[in-house]
């Protein structure tokens, strides 16, 4: 190895890492280095906590019955969403974070949005275990390009009190990074909590949450 960094005038630190890396990638070690989540085509919606509206419907794929999703009817902020996902495409991240009561369809349209990138190949990471706050802290600044970040009931992320604003600040310096962009950060929120983490604080006050508002600003779709 000494011998060959001296004919590549290559330090032999370099060349070790060099093959460090090609072992890595023969051993499948190029998924890791994409960071962390899947393909998006891997993913089942009811994975990422997409619920039926209405009744049930189950269909038979092989010998497992999988739960099928309705059909979906396109409102305003999926053109937000749409745009948001075209702007990734041609290479600017990108956060979208739906605000709305229960039930009212947001992680749905999160997912509906997301599909034109499942065919070009783009990841998605959805930070869950061992709990959403701590597993968003722990991989935060290992997420690349061409990924999406689904903070879905995104009040577990921001509004965790040991780590809240860490995550904050964390997503903002992804969004911020041209070395690891693009990425979509796609959210949900119930109103109560974008009243919570907006709000300024009184003169003199604790602030609690100023990097969730920061992050916040700009990004929210709905009441």
């Known amino acids: 190895m000494t011998k060959l960094a001296r004919v590549l005038k290559l330090p032999v630190e370099e060349l070790l890492?060099?093959?460090r890396d090609a072992v890595d990638l023969g051993k499948g070690g190029s998924e890791e280095k994409q960071g962390p989540g899947r393909p998006i085509a891997e993913w089942d919606p009811h994975e990422l906590e997409v619920h039926s509206a209405g009744p049930r419907i189950a269909r038979r794929t092989g010998t497992l019955a999988v739960q099928a999703l309705p059909g979906y009817v396109r409102r305003e902020h999926d053109q937000v969403l749409a745009e948001a996902v075209q702007d990734v495409t041609v290479g600017h991240s990108q956060i979208v974070v739906l605000v709305g009561s229960s039930s009212t369809g947001k992680t749905r349209a999160c997912w509906e949005a997301v599909q034109p990138l499942a065919g070009m190949g783009w990841r998605l990471w959805h930070p869950f275990d061992p709990t959403r706050a701590a597993s968003a802290l722990e991989d935060l600044h290992r997420v690349g390009p061409r990924t999406v970040v689904w903070l879905n009931e995104a009040q577990h992320y921001l509004g965790d009190r040991a780590g809240g604003e860490k995550t904050a600040a964390a997503v903002r310096r992804l969004l911020s990074s041209r070395e690891r962009g693009p990425v979509l950060v796609l959210g949900t929120l119930w109103p109560e909590y974008?009243?919570?983490?907006?709000?300024?604080p009184a003169p003199g006050g604790s602030d609690p949450y100023s990097r969730a508002r920061e992050l916040l600003a700009g990004s929210i779709v709905g009441p």
Do not use: D, F, S
Not at 194 to 200: D, E, F, N, Q, S
């Open 194 to 200: 974008v009243r919570l983490y907006t709000a300024l």
């Open 17 to 19: 890492a060099l093959q």
